[in-house]
């Protein structure tokens, strides 16, 4: 089973893409980290977790709902991380992840993607997108090869910066960036409902005319952004 955290789409494609080379069920976790389900889940075959690069680590919120949630049946279980240039030495973490929920850990897999992480960085023209995906399908396969013939994903080099990105750069990260502080709604919002409907983490709700970002609950997925008709969220 291929369980996928998506905001902006980048994750999306690549767990459906998988999913459809290996012939395997595709589940979308916003709705079970949004209404806090951590029902066990059942697979017979190895469990592939798609997820982007949070601060050069998997996102702390995925992380969480794989600690509370019992994955039964396979206990395999592949990490595949999107990136705009980087998963840095997640694998570590992933590593002592899959001793803690007691899975057998076959690999990070690093696929670089358009960047798309709007409150820091800017996003590739529509040309320098579909090369840069181009170049992931390659990668995508490759997964889905390894995972399809049961192969572990070899294990990438690690440099001292890639070290010090997930180590100590992850922590201060959040506390500075993870937030919605850098984000503000625009009066072109309609009030449709789609970012509140869209948000994991209910950090969006409707104010006096329109809708709102809560800063201390947003963990500047995108999703909002991916999902407004009139592209009201904004980053200052």
């Known amino acids: ?69 019992p994955l039964q049946g396979n206990q395999d279980i592949y990490f595949v991380m999107t990136c705009g240039g ?15 929920i007691k899975m057998n850990n076959r690999g990070c897999m690093e696929i670089i993607m358009p960047e798309n992480y709007i409150a820091m960085f800017s996003t590739p023209t529509k040309e320098e997108a579909s090369k840069i995906i181009d170049r992931a399908e390659k990668v995508i396969d490759l997964a889905a090869v390894c995972i399809k013939n049961g192969q572990s994903f070899k294990h990438p080099n690690v440099s001292f910066n890639d070290k010090i990105s997930s180590s100590v750069i992850n922590k201060l990260f959040y506390p500075l960036f993870v937030h919605a502080k850098k984000f503000y709604v625009l009066d072109d919002c309609i009030s449709c409902g789609a970012c509140e409907s869209e948000c994991p983490v209910g950090a969006i709700s409707m104010g006096d005319d329109h809708y709102q970002i809560n800063a201390d609950e947003c963990i500047s997925c995108g999703a909002c952004a991916g999902v407004c008709p009139v592209g009201a969220p904004k980053e200052a």
């Not at 690069?53 to 600690?67: D, F």
């Not at 840095?88 to 590593?95: H, M």
């Open 1 to 69: 089973m291929i369980l996928y955290f998506s905001g902006t789409g980048n994750s999306a494609y690549v767990a459906k893409r998988i999913g459809k080379m290996i012939n395997d069920e595709v589940v979308h976790l916003f709705e079970k980290i949004k209404d806090n389900d951590f029902s066990p889940l059942q697979s017979k075959r190895p469990w592939v977790i798609v997820v982007p690069t949070y601060a050069w680590r998997i996102p702390r919120i995925v992380e969480y709902w794989l600690k509370n949630t």
């Open 86 to 100: 980087s998963i840095g030495n997640a694998g570590k973490y992933i590593e002592k992840l899959c001793q803690n």
